[in-house]
């Protein structure tokens, strides 16, 4: 059973920074993407990056390139998600999630997603 466990999420001020984390396990093999979905209050879910298990290539949303960054620890099945420059309007859940194919388009656009975190809050307010 894959299982994902996001931490890091929390309180931070306009301009700050945070780095989300998600331990995975019961991984089977390697042709996945795994990433960061998030849904902020009252709005749709939105995808915005994954990396995919074989080779590790990151995709982005275009709109969270450049402020965001997704990076993964392989020998710990760990992928983070590095927030830079944070605004008000990056108050979310943020989602670890699993495409069980690597097929980041689906993840990032059409949110088909295979297995999903718990969420980890993130509330950027001064």
């Known amino acids: 059973e894959v299982q994902l466990v996001e931490s890091g999420g929390g309180l931070v001020q306009p301009g700050g920074s945070l780095r989300l984390s998600c331990a995975a396990s019961?991984?089977?093999?390697?042709?996945?993407?795994i990433g960061w979905i998030r849904q902020a209050p009252g709005k749709d879910r939105e995808g915005i990056a994954c990396?995919?298990?074989?080779?590790?290539?990151?995709w982005y949303v275009d709109s969270l390139k450049g402020r965001f960054t997704i990076s993964r620890d392989s020998a710990n099945n760990t992928v983070y998600l590095q927030m830079n420059d944070l605004k008000p309007e990056d108050t979310a859940v943020y989602y670890c999630?699993?495409?069980?194919?690597?097929?980041?388009?689906?993840?990032?656009?059409?949110?088909?997603?295979?297995?999903w975190g718990q969420g980890t809050p993130v509330t950027v307010s001064s």
């Open positions: 999630a699993i495409k069980d194919r690597n097929l980041p388009y689906s993840f990032l656009h059409r949110l088909t997603i295979d297995h």
């Open positions: 990396i995919s298990g074989s080779d590790g290539k990151p």
């Open positions: 019961g991984l089977t093999d390697d042709d996945y993407c």
